[in-house]
């Protein structure tokens, strides 16, 4: 057998289709750019937090506390958690990659739903395991689905509820339902990155199924109502062994002094998260309603972000909207990744935004 003439990666690896992130920038000359395309918070971070990370900033030479122990006992102490069932990362993209880094060996299955977030998969064949894929219903998880996907290898189901890019959700009731369908040797990962969003009475994030359960986790992020996406911080709640054992895996330092210091001012002010939380529930109503009366079909959303859905025609495709909306300063997602090829995300911005994105689209669908 010839030797190879360079390195190369292990089987699989290059099977992998590389995340691609939101664009950032929009065509040159444009004079403002209001970046929607990655549903951070357009109220920015806490002063709070700001003020945590400028005081952090001055002692940079030294480790950070590897335990990220103030940061976790800041989030115990808001929800109402044991400190020693968190763990904390950088990002909740890093804790849901452990998850499977660590349950998943080669051959075996992981699930999550048709149009779920596109790193579950990723993360699953990086650890060497099968993605499996459940149909939604009306752009929604479907419990009966993910349970006849369920196999003899299936390791570890991952939900995003709400999900992105459709922030649609499933009440409780039916995570309950899912929960107790699945064989006790499956991990159920709920990842409730837009939980605080949610204001709906059948919704939970799932803390107290965690609690009750021996095969449940529970992910949050910092990067959407906290607006610290650039600081990069998750966590996860869960059972004592599994926290265990992704202590075991992480890295020593994985989460950084400045992010410590930003997410445990942050997650402490907590009116700060309700004036995010009331701005994005007055205008995700508004702009969901202006479009509809422009004629575009809207995903019902929970989170801070709407998923918009054009015409299926040469002229009005969400392709040539995206283009349209950028040259004007508006820069949103597109999702042909996710499964939808002619809908476009947009995360919930400032007034004037928002304002500006519908009269834009308006003028883009008589033109």
């Not at 899912?178 to 994030?205: I, T």
């Not at 949103?332 to 004037?352: D, K, Q, S």
């Amino acid at each position: 057998m010839t030797k190879p003439l360079r390195p190369e990666p292990k089987p699989g690896v290059m099977d992998i289709a590389a995340y691609v992130p939101g664009k950032s920038a929009a065509p040159d000359g444009v004079a403002k750019v209001h970046k929607l395309s990655s549903n951070e918070n357009p109220l920015g971070a806490s002063p709070r937090a700001v003020e945590a990370v400028h005081e952090a900033a001055g002692m940079l030479e030294f480790y950070p506390d590897g335990a990220a122990t103030s940061l976790r006992q800041a989030i115990g102490e808001v929800h109402g958690l044991n400190p020693a069932n968190i763990v904390c990362s950088n990002g909740s993209d890093e804790v849901i990659q452990l998850l499977a880094q660590t349950y998943l060996q080669p051959g075996d299955e992981g699930l999550f739903t048709e149009h779920g977030f596109l790193v579950y998969r990723i993360y699953i064949q990086a650890a060497g395991g099968v993605p499996v894929v459940a149909p939604e219903m009306d752009e929604t998880a479907d419990v009966d689905a993910i349970l006849a996907a369920v196999t003899e290898k299936t390791r570890i189901v991952f939900l995003a509820n709400p999900n992105n890019p459709t922030g649609t959700y499933i009440p409780f009731e039916e995570v309950r339902r899912l929960h107790a369908g699945l064989p006790k040797d499956v991990l159920l990962v709920l990842d409730a990155a837009y939980a605080e969003y949610v204001r709906r009475n059948d919704y939970e994030a799932g803390i107290e199924l965690v609690s009750s359960s021996h095969n449940v986790v529970m992910t949050r992020t910092f990067s959407k109502v906290h607006g610290l996406g650039g600081a990069r911080i998750g966590w996860l709640y869960g059972p004592a062994h599994v926290i265990d054992a992704l202590n075991r895996v992480r890295s020593p330092f994985n989460v950084n002094a400045m992010a410590i210091a930003a997410g445990t001012a942050a997650i402490r002010d907590q009116a700060h998260v309700q004036t995010s939380v009331e701005h994005n529930e007055r205008w995700l109503s508004w702009v969901s309603e202006e479009l509809r009366t422009l004629g575009l079909r809207v995903t019902p959303s929970v989170g801070n972000f709407i998923l918009i859905h054009f015409p299926d025609d040469e002229t009005h495709s969400a392709a040539m909207a995206d283009d349209y909306l950028a040259g004007r300063g508006y820069v949103l997602r597109r999702v042909g990744a996710y499964g939808f090829p002619n809908a476009l995300r947009m995360t919930i911005g400032t007034e004037e935004a928002n304002r500006g994105v519908v009269a834009a689209l308006a003028e883009f669908l008589k033109a």
